[in-house]
């Protein structure tokens, strides 16, 4: 295990988001399981559960021990992609299992955990040193739910 790992804590439903999150984002799977065998501020002995997984590289702990703090938009999770394609197909995925599209490429999912699902690209572009082609790309992106790449691109270009 990694020395960083962020831990994703559900009420209920943990084995499912996970199952959800790695058959979506490729080069993603699920680690070791841990059933806490002692009594927890979450319940009694069994009733925490921690599953390790990974995405795309990345790794997380996900921990299913009952109602404490719901997630909210301080903590997202962004999938950085680089095609329309894979864009659309992640994204549809979250809306089909559930999801909420928001605004700028983010979605809630069905557990309530924030997403950004955008191009790769997106950093470069508004991180450009030509301070009004990344301020058009910008404005353009704000004005989106789901991000279209051709309408960021066509910006960047003037």
Avoid at 123 to 135: C, F, I, L, Q, T
């Amino acid at each position: 295990m990694p020395k960083i790992v962020s831990t994703l804590w559900f009420a209920e439903e943990a084995r499912e988001a996970v199952e959800f999150y790695v058959s979506i984002i490729p080069d993603s799977r699920i680690g070791r399981t841990t059933i806490l065998p002692a009594e927890t501020p979450s319940g009694p002995p069994g009733s925490v559960e921690l599953i390790e997984f990974t995405l795309a590289g990345q790794a997380f702990v996900a921990m299913k021990a009952g109602p404490f703090d719901s997630f909210n938009h301080s903590f997202s999770v962004a999938v950085l992609l680089d095609s329309q394609a894979e864009i659309d197909r992640i994204w549809d995925a979250f809306l089909a299992n559930g999801g909420t599209p928001e605004a700028c490429g983010w979605l809630k999912d069905r557990w309530g955990l924030s997403w950004q699902i955008v191009p790769r690209a997106l950093s470069e572009m508004v991180a450009d040193s030509d301070r009004e082609r990344a301020k058009r790309v910008t404005e353009v992106m704000l004005g989106m739910v789901k991000i279209d790449m051709s309408a960021l691109e066509k910006a960047f270009a003037g």
